[in-house]
């Protein structure tokens, strides 16, 4: 069986990412994935230098960026795929979720105290470059402090404990995600404006990882279907094979896109592993996907 495209992982471009565009090419490259796509957080800044690597090891690279948006106020990530990355709208996007980021991160740190947790701005700024302070890096400071070595909140992120695999992310999905105790509102657009939005710059939508993002409510996906949606990523390493099964029948159904992607970051995952996507199948039926929506 052949597993060579890997269309959604992170560069240190997303808050949350670790590498270089450059490095992560060459990893894919070492990995043996032909066909690829950085996604960062609303921004395009690694196309550009990643484009050029993927040339010069004659790997096929789309340029994509995972946008944040919502529907019904569920939170959810969409990709656009072959965009027409230099587009001003794309900085004006990456600026405005900046700004709103940059203050939500100083109320984090106020609600991470009434958790019963002290940790400095002079601590987070040590992990991040912009002054944005994701859950992950909360639980990458708390984690290394010595006074919660024994914190029975920390327990089940330590080693062995259940939530262990991916603590960092593990941390921030339990407190920081959207309806958690740390969570902190941010104004997106909506998924037709994002899907409006793609498509005005030459663009596929795709919903990324549904699984993570739908919960229970998977029957809302039909609605997404008629805003426009050209794709959706069934294969995730977030989804179980019932949910693999789901939308990939559900992709089969609406004749959409079905794509696959890790969505690795780096160390705030440490269990997903490039290309690892959870496709059962021969994966040539996404590249015969890719061509016919031009974008290979």
Request: with cysteine.
């Amino acid at each position: 069986m052949k597993n060579y495209i890997d269309l959604h992982m992170h560069s240190q471009y997303s808050d949350d990412g670790e590498f270089t565009p450059s490095e992560l090419v060459e990893m894919c490259y070492e990995k043996g994935m032909k066909i690829m796509a950085i996604a960062d957080h609303n921004s395009v800044k690694a196309i550009e230098e990643a484009k050029t690597k993927a040339k010069e090891l004659d790997m096929i690279y789309i340029p994509a960026i995972e946008i944040d948006c919502t529907y019904n106020t569920i939170n959810l990530h969409v990709v656009g795929y072959g965009i027409d990355y230099q587009s001003d709208d794309f900085i004006a996007l990456e600026e405005n979720v900046l700004n709103q980021e940059l203050a939500s991160s100083m109320k984090k740190i106020e609600l991470t105290k009434e958790l019963g947790f002290d940790v400095k701005k002079e601590e987070l700024d040590k992990l991040s470059d912009n002054g944005v302070y994701t859950g992950e890096m909360f639980a990458e400071v708390l984690l290394n402090k010595e006074e919660y070595q024994n914190n029975e909140l920390l327990k089940p992120y330590r080693p062995n404990g259940e939530r262990s695999d991916n603590p960092y992310v593990n941390f921030y999905w339990d407190y920081y995600a959207q309806g958690k105790p740390c969570y902190t509102e941010m104004i997106y657009p909506s998924l037709k404006e994002i899907i409006d939005l793609i498509h005005k710059h030459g663009g596929k939508a795709v919903l990324a990882h549904p699984g993570n993002n739908l919960k229970n409510n998977y029957e809302i996906f039909d609605e997404m279907v008629e805003l426009g949606l050209d794709g959706v990523e069934a294969f995730s390493n977030y989804h179980s094979e019932e949910t693999v099964q789901y939308f990939y029948e559900k992709g089969q159904k609406y004749q959409i896109m079905v794509t696959c992607g890790s969505d690795f970051h780096g160390k705030t995952k440490p269990a997903i592993e490039l290309g690892e996507c959870r496709c059962p199948f021969d994966e040539e039926f996404i590249e015969v996907e890719l061509k016919k929506n031009n974008l290979i």
